[in-house]
């Protein structure tokens, strides 16, 4: 770019403009999301960049975003569109009278374009291991090379009691399943075959989160940095998308009746989680 090293300072982040990349530096404070200043500082190579925009944002300010290019980023692949807005980490929303200079970003950026569709490759680093997290059921670490889940008493199911604590090999995954917290049944689950399609709770390869457990700014990184190890052995290692099956879905709804019926889950409970659900389909 023609002005390198020039900062675009906003709420929460400053964008650092380079030669070949953008360096995103999120800020440390009380209304800074904790997903931001868990991921402290990120280079965006342009490469990784499929396109960028600029909008009108809430209340006075404007909100300059790249998109990152399919493929491109293990958090990203990992979030599988399951994130908030709020934490979205390629949005710099800045006061308004920034716009025209936001606006000479926007193009100088767009200038250094040329490459589009999905990446053949990570080109955003993943998380720096190692990570750790505790799930409702267990605690999970990764170092880089293993993945262990050492399980809770209080709430483990007696299928993970059975089975025992568990440690799994990079090389033996086929992939990584994160179910934002945020959400109903959310977890994280290892990939490997047809283990995979036991339900969670009983799944020894996955770890359940729960109110105040896993959460978003803990599991994601962690669910991204075993992707990018994952990926570097199996490069057709994959993410499943976060919209489900409908039969899967239908089982869900079902099950959920079920604990709404036992005077498990209050009325309200029931229809937020419901239309979560079906705003899977």
């Given at each position: 770019m023609s002005r390198m090293g020039d900062v675009l300072a906003g709420f929460h982040a400053a964008w650092e403009f380079e030669s070949d990349s953008v360096l995103i530096r999120y800020e440390r404070g009380i209304r800074?999301?904790?997903l931001f200043q868990a991921l402290g500082e990120r280079r965006i190579p342009f490469e990784a960049i499929e396109a960028v925009t600029l909008a009108p944002g809430k209340r006075g300010t404007v909100v300059l975003r790249v998109e990152p290019r399919a493929g491109a980023d293990p958090l990203m692949e990992a979030a599988a569109?399951?994130?908030k807005e709020s934490c979205d980490p390629y949005r710099l929303v800045l006061p308004a009278e920034r716009e025209t200079l936001a606006e000479y970003y926007a193009d100088e950026l767009r200038a250094?374009?040329?490459?589009?569709?999905?990446?053949?490759?990570?080109?955003?680093?993943?998380?720096a291991v190692p990570l750790r997290f505790k799930a409702y059921d267990g605690k999970a670490t990764f170092d880089g090379k293993t993945v262990s889940f050492r399980w809770f008493w209080t709430g483990a199911s007696?299928?993970?009691?059975?089975?025992?604590?568990?440690?799994?090999?990079v090389?033996?995954?086929n992939g990584v399943e994160?179910?934002?917290?945020?959400?109903?049944?959310?977890?994280?689950?290892?990939?490997?075959?047809?283990e995979s399609l036991l339900p969670v709770d009983q799944d020894p390869a996955a770890v359940v989160f729960g109110l105040g457990y896993g959460p978003v700014?803990?599991?994601?990184p962690?669910?991204?940095?075993?992707?990018?190890a994952v990926r570097s052995v199996r490069p057709s290692a994959v993410v499943p998308a976060a919209r489900r099956d409908p039969a899967d879905v239908a089982e869900r709804i079902r099950h959920l009746a079920e604990l709404h019926q036992a005077g498990l889950v209050t009325d309200e409970e029931f229809s937020v989680k419901k239309a979560e659900l079906l705003a899977e389909l």
């Amino acid at each position: 770019m023609s002005r390198m090293g020039d900062v675009l300072a906003g709420f929460h982040a400053a964008w650092e403009f380079e030669s070949d990349s953008v360096l995103i530096r999120y800020e440390r404070g009380i209304r800074t999301p904790k997903l931001f200043q868990a991921l402290g500082e990120r280079r965006i190579p342009f490469e990784a960049i499929e396109a960028v925009t600029l909008a009108p944002g809430k209340r006075g300010t404007v909100v300059l975003r790249v998109e990152p290019r399919a493929g491109a980023d293990p958090l990203m692949e990992a979030a599988a569109d399951q994130l908030k807005e709020s934490c979205d980490p390629y949005r710099l929303v800045l006061p308004a009278e920034r716009e025209t200079l936001a606006e000479y970003y926007a193009d100088e950026l767009r200038a250094q374009l040329k490459r589009e569709g999905p990446a053949e490759r990570f080109l955003v680093a993943a998380p720096a291991v190692p990570l750790r997290f505790k799930a409702y059921d267990g605690k999970a670490t990764f170092d880089g090379k293993t993945v262990s889940f050492r399980w809770f008493w209080t709430g483990a199911s007696s299928a993970k009691w059975k089975a025992g604590d568990q440690s799994f090999a990079v090389a033996e995954l086929n992939g990584v399943e994160w179910r934002s917290p945020e959400v109903f049944e959310g977890h994280l689950r290892l990939l490997r075959g047809a283990e995979s399609l036991l339900p969670v709770d009983q799944d020894p390869a996955a770890v359940v989160f729960g109110l105040g457990y896993g959460p978003v700014h803990e599991s994601l990184p962690f669910a991204a940095a075993v992707l990018a190890a994952v990926r570097s052995v199996r490069p057709s290692a994959v993410v499943p998308a976060a919209r489900r099956d409908p039969a899967d879905v239908a089982e869900r709804i079902r099950h959920l009746a079920e604990l709404h019926q036992a005077g498990l889950v209050t009325d309200e409970e029931f229809s937020v989680k419901k239309a979560e659900l079906l705003a899977e389909l």
